[in-house]
C-alpha cells in the first residue's frame, strides 16, 4: 500500500497556514505534486484559514491522465465482469469503514456538519453497493430462432475513457455516482473534482489503491476552465458526466456534444413544497425548514420555495419559530444544524439576493443575514432565513440562492399552486404536504418536474432508480444512476447469427433484396 498523502493533522488540525499541504494529481495509481503555475487556495468556511492548495493542472499532466486512461482501457475493457464487481464489493466495505474519516474531510472543506457529511458518504456508496449487481445489471438480450436458424443476442459494452465532473456541494456522493458504474461496465475515468473541495475524491481514491484497483483506471486531474475545456475536446474522452451549476452544464452540454461526446448534464434547480391545509402539520412544517435549511441550502434538492395554499398561510409564525431553534455554527461542533457557506462570495451573492427580495416588497420574518458565531468570527455563515409574500417576479424567486433562505409564496387552490410551479422553468425536484390521497395524485400527474415527493421533502432516488430532474434543471439523455446511468455508459451491441442446420442448396441464386426475417 503506498503511503497516505493525507497525514491525519490534515483531517484534524483546522489551522496550518504556514504550510498548507498541497492537493496531489492522481496518475497512473500515483498521487503526484502537480507542476502547475496556479493553483487555487482552499479555504476552511467555518474560520477562513488555508487548508490546501489545488494545482490548475498543466496540459502535459491533463495529457498524461487521458492516455493512462486510454491505456488502462485497452486491458480493463476485458476483465471479467466478477473481477470488477468483486471490486466494487471491497470498496465499498473500505469506503463504509472510513466513512468518518471521508466525512471529516468533507467537513473540514465544505462546511457542512458531519452528520450531513455522513449522509455525503452514505448516499455515495449506495451506488457502489448497487453497482455489486454488476452481473445481473449487465445482462444484454437474446431472443432465440428470431429466424430458420438464427438467433439475436444484444451485449451492453463499455464505451472507452469518460470523464466526471463535480460541483462542491456533494464532494463524495457526485463522484460516487460516476466513477463506481464507469468503472463496472468496463470504462475508465478521468475525474475532476470540485476545486473548492477535492479532498474526498482523493481520500476514494487511496481506497481504489487499497482495494486493488489497476492503475489507470481512474485518474484525477484539478482545475477550473481549463481541465473543463480539456475534457470536452479531447478527441479519447467518450463521454462526460456533469454535475454543477447552469452556466458551466450548458457550456459543456455543448462544447462535449458539438465534439461528439455523450453528455449527462444535471444542472440547478427551484424546488418548491406545496403545503395544504389538511397536511400533518408538524410534520410538514420540520420538513420543510430541514429541507430549506439543512447543509446550508446547498442541495440541489434543497427545498427553496414553500408555496402555502389556503388556511396553510397561517402556520408562517410556526415555521419561523422552527426554524429560529435551528444551530448556526462550524459543521464539526456538536448539535450544529446549519453550517457555514462555500465561500465569502457565495455570502455575498446570498446576502444580495435576500435584500433585493425585500426591495421589491418581500416580508422578511426571519433575518439570518447579519448571524455571529462567536468562536468563527471569520466563518461565511448565513442564517435561516424566511422572505414571505414572494411573487415570482421576484429575483430571488427566479435565481437559485442555494443558500438558507426559504421563499414563500401565498395560493389560493392546488391549481394555481401547480400553476407555479410548472412556470418555473426548473424541474429537479418537487414535494407536496398533504393527508388527501385525492390531491397527491392529482399532483403526481400534473406537476412537472422529475422527482417528486409526497410528504417526502427531498425526494433523492436510491440507485435503483435514476436521478431524474428535468427541464432546465438536465441535458441530456441518460440520467444518472439506476439502469439510465448504465445504459450511459455502455453501447449495445445486436449480434445477428445464423448457425445454418446442413449445407445450402447448390442451385440458391444470390439474395440482392433486403433481408426479410421471417
Ligand atoms: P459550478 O457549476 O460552479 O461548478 C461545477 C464544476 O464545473 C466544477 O468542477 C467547476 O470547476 C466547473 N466550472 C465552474 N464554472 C465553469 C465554467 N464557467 N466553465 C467550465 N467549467 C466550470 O457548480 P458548483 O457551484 O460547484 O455547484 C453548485 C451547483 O451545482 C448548483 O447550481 C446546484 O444546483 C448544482 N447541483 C446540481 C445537482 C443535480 O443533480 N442537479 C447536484 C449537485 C449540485
Not at 100 to 121: F, H, R, S, W
Not at 135 to 164: F, H, N, R
Not at 252 to 275: D, F, L, T
Request: net charge neutral; aromatic share 6%; hydrophobic share 40%.
Amino acid at each position: 500500500m503506498r503511503p497516505s498523502p493525507f497525514p491525519l493533522f490534515h483531517l484534524l488540525k483546522r489551522s496550518y497556514s504556514n504550510a498548507p499541504v498541497t492537493t496531489k494529481l492522481f496518475i497512473d495509481g500515483q498521487f503526484i505534486e502537480s507542476k502547475a503555475t496556479q493553483w487555487v487556495d482552499l479555504h476552511d468556511p467555518a474560520t477562513n484559514n488555508l487548508v490546501t492548495k489545488v494545482p490548475q493542472s498543466t496540459q502535459a499532466e491533463m495529457e498524461a491522465a487521458v492516455n493512462s486512461c486510454q491505456n488502462a482501457y485497452e486491458s480493463w475493457k476485458n476483465t471479467s465482469v466478477l473481477t470488477r464487481q468483486q471490486l466494487m464489493l471491497k470498496l465499498q466495505a473500505a469506503i463504509r469503514r472510513d466513512m468518518k474519516k471521508i466525512a471529516a474531510n468533507i467537513t473540514l472543506e465544505q462546511g457542512k456538519t458531519l452528520a450531513d457529511a455522513d449522509g455525503d458518504v452514505l448516499r455515495g456508496v449506495q451506488v457502489v453497493e448497487h453497482a455489486c449487481a454488476a452481473g445481473t445489471l449487465l445482462q444484454g438480450e437474446s431472443l432465440q430462432t428470431v429466424a430458420k436458424d438464427m438467433d439475436i443476442t444484444s451485449y451492453k459494452v463499455p464505451i472507452g475513457v469518460t470523464a466526471g465532473i463535480c460541483p462542491f456541494n456533494f464532494p463524495a456522493m457526485v463522484p460516487l455516482w460516476m466513477f463506481p458504474l464507469a468503472m463496472v461496465t468496463g470504462n475508465t475515468m478521468l475525474l475532476k473534482p470540485s476545486e473548492r473541495d477535492p479532498g474526498a475524491t482523493m481520500l476514494l481514491m487511496e481506497l481504489l489503491n487499497e482495494v486493488g484497483c489497476p492503475p489507470g483506471v481512474v485518474n484525477v486531474i484539478h482545475g477550473t476552465h481549463d481541465a473543463v475545456n480539456f475534457i470536452c475536446d479531447h478527441p479519447n474522452v467518450k463521454a462526460i458526466s456533469f454535475v454543477g451549476g447552469d452556466k458551466a452544464g450548458k457550456h459543456i452540454y455543448s462544447r462535449g456534444a458539438a465534439n461528439g461526446k455523450r453528455i449527462q448534464s444535471n444542472m440547478g434547480a427551484k424546488n418548491h413544497a406545496i403545503v395544504l391545509a389538511d397536511a400533518d402539520k408538524n410534520a410538514a412544517l420540520d420538513s420543510i425548514a430541514g429541507a430549506a435549511f439543512g447543509a446550508a441550502g446547498q442541495r440541489c434538492m434543497a427545498l427553496s420555495v414553500a408555496i402555502l395554499v389556503g388556511d396553510a398561510q397561517k402556520w408562517i409564525p410556526e415555521l419561523v419559530e422552527k426554524a429560529k431553534k435551528l444551530k448556526v455554527n462550524a459543521g464539526h461542533e456538536p448539535g450544529t444544524d446549519v453550517g457555514p457557506v462555500i465561500s465569502p462570495q457565495a455570502k455575498q451573492r446570498i446576502l444580495q439576493l435576500i435584500e433585493s427580495g425585500i426591495k421589491q416588497g418581500a416580508k422578511c420574518p426571519l433575518d439570518g443575514r447579519n448571524i455571529k458565531v462567536e468562536k468563527y468570527p471569520n466563518g461565511n455563515f448565513v442564517g435561516p432565513t424566511i422572505l414571505t409574500d414572494v411573487l415570482p417576479s421576484y429575483e430571488c424567486y427566479k435565481e437559485e440562492i442555494f443558500g438558507p433562505v426559504l421563499s414563500i409564496i401565498s395560493a389560493d387552490t392546488l391549481e394555481d399552486a401547480i400553476a407555479i410551479i410548472n412556470s418555473n422553468p426548473y424541474g429537479n425536484g418537487t414535494a407536496i404536504f398533504t393527508t388527501s390521497g385525492n390531491y397527491a395524485r392529482q399532483f403526481i400527474h400534473e406537476v412537472d418536474a422529475g422527482q417528486v415527493g409526497i410528504n417526502v421533502p427531498i425526494p433523492v432516488p436510491l440507485p435503483m432508480f435514476s436521478f431524474t430532474g428535468s427541464r432546465g434543471s438536465f441535458h441530456g439523455d441518460l440520467h444518472f444512476y439506476g439502469k439510465q446511468g448504465l445504459n450511459f455508459y455502455t453501447e449495445t451491441k445486436t449480434i445477428t447469427a445464423l448457425w445454418r442446420k446442413g449445407a445450402v442448396p447448390a442451385n440458391v441464386a444470390p439474395s440482392v433484396a433486403m433481408p426479410v426475417l421471417n
